[in-house]
């Protein structure tokens, strides 16, 4: 065997690096586990009233027992089936419990999350139309508004908006109308909204289907789906499962999915796993439709996507079966109460009907209301004119079922002080 | 003779649906501390669904043994070597999942006060900086999700350069070696694809670079150390074939596993570079995903990058989102920040030294395959490989025996297989990359395996066509699967 | 394998018959093996037009997907619905049971250009 150096000694003179790389040497577990601690010691671990895409939920403990399984933890895509018939079967099982959420027919073994969903929604509706423009609601998720601009800007999609009632807080159907035409591929709309609001999403699909364009449904709480009618008059859904026990992480990983009519199937993006039998006739599962995905498709693949967020979808798949079919509707009436227990006392400025999440106005200024609960190390609510101006002066806030009595009313006090 | 697995029973297991029983359930509420509110009266009737039909009920022992028990239908690289070329299936520390995990870190909200959150940002700007250091460009956005994400990314920052410049173009340079996502993602940002021919050394062809780049090309995707293993020789002056009209180059970070502490792409001349945490950096492939693909690029790219930005702010950090040339978002929030903690911990571990030995086992240890491996299979493209080697299944084919088979038969002998048929250039092609953490004994085994096939080819070749055996679920019916589509239980 | 000599043959592996200003078009036998089992079909619409030398669909197989290019010019009058359930009838009898579109030619000059089963034969041949 060559001696270490001519193993590189091919390479060009000119591209080589002829000095140690400036990094600082190697250091123990302990001293990697100490500088993490420091870290973390400098982000508050308070409780929280922030929502606005990511939820804190309890994340019960089997799902990092099952997540920290070396077999799931390491394992690779299961492209070789024989092997991989662990993730293949939790995948499979996670495909079935979408569906039976969502209502939808098939759904993928997920994206990379929420936000990036969208767009793959968006060019999966403008293949099935051969239409082109977008219309989305301004209340859907703002920066799930600004991914889909960032995609559909090389992709020859307009993205229009429409607006939302001033009142109501839910989208302005008048205004959605005024703006579908035969050219509108799909109309976009996110229930619960960003400002906590259950949309009308049967008149939205309503309207999008008179034209001819399909309905895309948003999820950003998937808690939600545990109570809320699921969007059966949708055409595409897309969502967020961060909620099923997906730490916050400071804004990921995260898992997204994709789920739609069984006619829609061959136009999805992102891997899917199919049942099938082996050589002896035994059940066995593999990934499958695979001429859609970019390996083989290339250049005219549904998607550029590689990735699954496998162990983030198994960790979901996790927390979705240990609440189960009772659990999960009784963690979402909690959630529900908890919610209301706190907005009936701070007046929620909208007057649609809410879930977990709503917009409230302080007798004084946001800022004001959240430097006073940082006092008491409390983390307040989302002030809103970063996203919205017109609403400046108002906060949106969340309240699950990690949310104590205590922090609310503490919260109650400061806003009506 | 196979001396790395020997038969044991594997338990059987159903389908969670097929567990479930009504009633049961795994997780139990705290008591409500408000009162409780009835669903119908706040949100109205119609707003409220019926039950989940078919949604499993089951115990919390149901749920541990279930997912135990399908876990031990894995194999995973705490099993074993995983050979699969530019995957980087290198061991994934646990002292990673350890400091992700840390509350302050793990449940840090993306909007909580920048005050709050100076711990989160620091780390970012910490692996900014070594990525940076490795990579030997100017600037990073560490937003993208995966690889692919940030391909798109670059192929963005990209178009957005061009455009500034008054003409986006209309082409993208792929060479024929390249991984699929290359033209996926070139085809997702709006730009029409041309391949590049490599040469007959399995390098890109200077001359048919030369012609194909014209005033409509924006940029040269390229993957360096290319997709057989070999670094492109005449990559400064495919670089300035590019840079002299005006276009620009894109390096695909896939094989990194064989720069790192060797060679910067920033100075061989690489303008945009996308890096995949979960091959070089070491962070878990979790089946799948989830991924990271930070995106480095050179001054004159800097103005485009996603928001938001690391700005230092006196002696804080905050995130900029004032900047009028981004191409915008390409994800909510930062970037998978979990992600991000577990690759900084990973270059924290080795340092710059420690990352420098890595890439030497790393490319040593695919020699040493290389060279073991060399009588006994066709290696179309004899130039030096580094992290990873191409052979091709020419001999065997003769037998009847196809690389996909010989990947199959690999199973029983207690490996995952190697990557199989890829790159599309070389034909049945056997792409193998052990990375550093393979002992000598693990490649040992790895050989002598392949070396025994070979001669099983040669006497009972059905023995590896009919792979694999001795496996609990032998070869899926992929035809049925894709021909009458099942995609999810049904009762 | 025999190919019918009432049928005229392209070079990328499709096959056409013609009737009158009707042509029915297939891929060959060559091209069903060299794809292996077939998994899925795409064709168009009826009423979509075809152009001589563009694709109108594809084929694919678990592992790969192949485009079909239409010899002639003219508008698809017929499509074959029975590949949707049983794409496997490309493999069992793609010169027969398994055509893919039939269309209204515009003009017969396109067809004059194409192989005969005598050339395609030796065009196979010499390709494998």
């Known amino acids: 065997m060559q001696a270490r150096d001519e193993l590189f000694a091919h390479l060009p003179e000119d591209v080589v690096l002829h000095r140690p790389l400036d990094l600082p040497a190697g250091v123990s577990e302990y001293e990697i586990v100490e500088y993490f601690k420091a870290r973390a010691a400098e982000n508050a671990t308070w409780p929280s009233f922030l929502g606005a895409g ?36 939790t995948i499979f099982e996670f495909q079935t419990m979408i569906c039976q959420l969502t209502g939808m027919d098939v759904a993928n073994a997920s994206m990379y999350d929420g936000s990036t969903a969208v767009p793959e929604a968006a060019m999966m509706a403008a293949r099935v139309t051969g239409r082109h423009r977008i219309l989305a609601a301004r209340t859907v998720h703002p920066e799930y508004r600004e991914v889909l601009r960032t995609y559909a800007r090389n992709q020859g999609m307009p993205v229009e908006e429409f607006g939302y009632d001033p009142k109501s807080g839910g989208i302005d159907l008048a205004d959605l109308e005024s ?30 289907h008179k034209f001819g364009a399909l309905l895309i449904f948003v999820f950003a709480e998937a808690v939600s789906l545990g109570l809320l009618e699921p969007p059966a008059s949708a055409d595409i859904v897309v969502g967020e499962l961060q909620s099923f026990a997906i730490s916050p992480s400071y804004g990921g990983p995260f898992a997204g999915i994709v789920a739609a009519r069984e006619k829609f199937l061959r136009q999805m993006p992102g891997r899917l796993v199919g049942q099938s039998v082996d050589t002896h006739g035994n059940r066995a599962f593999c990934l499958t439709l695979s001429t859609r995905e970019q390996h083989i498709r290339r250049e005219k693949a549904t998607s550029n996507i590689c990735t699954n967020q496998a162990l983030i979808a198994l960790m979901a798949t996790v927390f979705m079966t240990l609440y189960g079919k009772e659990g999960l509707r009784e963690l979402a009436v909690q959630n529900l109460s908890k919610a209301h227990y706190l907005a009936r006392k701070l007046q929620p400025r909208f007057s649609g009907p809410y879930f977990n999440e709503f917009v409230a106005v302080p007798n004084v200024p946001v800022e004001e209301v959240n430097r006073q609960l940082i006092d008491r190390k409390i983390i307040g609510g989302l002030p809103l004119d970063r996203f919205y101006p017109e609403l400046a002066g108002s906060m949106l806030l969340c309240a699950t079922e990690m949310s104590k009595r205590d922090d609310m009313d503490a919260v109650i006090t400061v806003f009506q002080a | 003779m196979i001396r790395k697995v020997r038969k044991h029973i594997v338990q059987n297991e159903p389908l969670i649906f097929e567990r479930s029983s009504p009633g049961k359930n795994g997780c139990q509420l705290p008591a409500l501390d408000v009162p409780l509110v009835d669903p119908a009266a706040a949100l109205g ?90 990579t030997g460009m100017d600037a990073i956005t560490l937003q993208p999700a995966a690889g692919a994400h940030g391909e798109l990314t670059g192929i963005l920052l990209v178009r957005a350069l061009l455009e500034s410049r008054g003409n986006p173009r209309k082409k993208i340079l792929i060479p024929d070696s390249a991984h699929g996502t290359n033209p996926a993602t070139a085809a997702i940002a709006g730009y029409a694809v041309e391949n590049i021919r490599s040469n007959d050394q399995g390098l890109i062809d200077l001359e048919a ?172 493209y004899p130039r030096p490989n580094m992290h990873e080697v191409v052979f091709s299944d020419d001999f065997q084919s003769k037998l009847g025996v196809r690389t996909g088979d010989i990947a199959k038969r690999l199973i029983d002998y207690g490996f995952h297989p190697y990557t199989v048929s890829f790159p599309l250039i070389v034909h049945g092609a056997l792409m193998i990359e052990p990375t550093e953490t393979e002992s000598k004994q693990e490649l040992d085994l790895f050989i002598e395996a392949m070396i025994d096939i070979c001669g099983e080819i040669e006497k009972t070749p059905e023995l590896v066509t009919q792979a694999p055996h001795d496996v609990r679920t032998t070869r899926v019916d992929e035809v049925a699967a894709a021909r009458k589509p099942v995609l999810r239980w049904k009762p | 394998m025999n190919y019918p000599a009432d049928f005229s ?120």
């Open chain 1, 179 to 208: 703006r579908l035409n035969r050219e509108t591929a799909a109309v976009i709309i996110q229930s619960p909204n960003f400002f906590g609001i259950v949309e009308q999403v049967n008149a939205a699909a309503e309207l999008a």
């Open chain 2, 45 to 134: 009737a119609q707003n409220v669904r019926g039950e989940i039909e078919g949604f499993p009920e089951v115990s919390e022992v149901d749920v541990i043994r279930h997912f135990t028990r399908l876990s031990t239908w894995n194999y995973a690289i705490d099993l074993g070597m995983y050979p699969l070329g530019s995957c980087t299936m290198k061991y994934n520390p646990r002292v990673n999942e350890l400091v992700a995990r840390l509350e302050g870190l793990a449940w840090a909200h993306p909007y909580q006060p920048e005050a709050l959150s100076q711990g989160a940002l620091r780390i970012m700007q910490r692996l900014a900086g070594a990525l940076l250091e490795i």
């Open chain 2, 209 to 380: 670079l030369c012609k194909s780049v014209t005033d409509d090309v924006a940029a040269l995707m390229v993957t360096n150390p290319n997709t057989l293993g070999v670094f492109e020789e005449n990559i400064v002056k495919a670089v300035e074939i590019l840079h002299a009209k005006g276009a620009l180059v894109y390096m695909d970070g896939a094989n990194m596993n064989a720069l790192v502490g060797i060679a910067r792409p920033g100075d061989f001349g690489i303008d945009v570079m996308h890096l995949n945490l979960h091959k070089t950096f070491s962070t878990p492939h979790g089946g799948g995903g989830p991924g990271g693909g930070p995106v480095a690029v050179k001054q004159i790219l800097e103005p485009f990058l996603p928001i938001p930005c690391l700005k230092s702010s006196g002696d804080s950090l905050t995130l900029d989102y004032d900047r009028p040339q981004s191409i915008g978002k390409v994800r909510a929030f930062y970037g998978n920040f979990g992600v991000l903690v577990r690759a900084l911990a990973y270059i924290l571990a080795h340092g710059g030294d420690g990352l420098r030995n890595a890439t030497v086992d790393a490319v040593m240890n695919a020699n040493y395959i290389r060279h073991k491996l060399a009588p006994y299979f066709d290696l179309p």
């Open chain 1, 54 to 89: 990511v939820y804190r939920h309890f994340r019960p403990v089997v799902v990092d027992t099952v997540a920290s399984r070396g077999e799931f933890l390491t394992s690779y895509t299961p492209y070789q089936a024989e092997i991989a018939q662990g993730t293949l079967t």
């Open chain 3, 9 to 128: 043959y392209t070079k990328e592996h499709e096959w056409v018959k013609v009737d009158g200003n009707t042509a029915t078009i297939g891929i060959t036998d060559h091209a069903q093996h060299e794809l292996g089992d077939i998994v899925y079909v795409d064709l168009p619409k009826v009423g979509a037009n075809a152009e001589a030398g563009t694709t109108f669909g594809s084929v694919e197989s678990v592992k790969a997907v192949s485009d079909i290019f239409s010899p002639v010019t003219g508008e698809i009058v017929e499509i074959n619905e029975s590949l949707a359930s049983a794409p496997e009838k490309l493999n069992s009898d793609p010169h027969g049971e398994a055509w893919l579109i039939r269309v209204r030619m515009t003009g017969h000059e396109e067809i004059k250009q194409l192989m005969t089963a005598s050339e395609y034969q030796e065009y196979v041949g010499a390709e494998s």
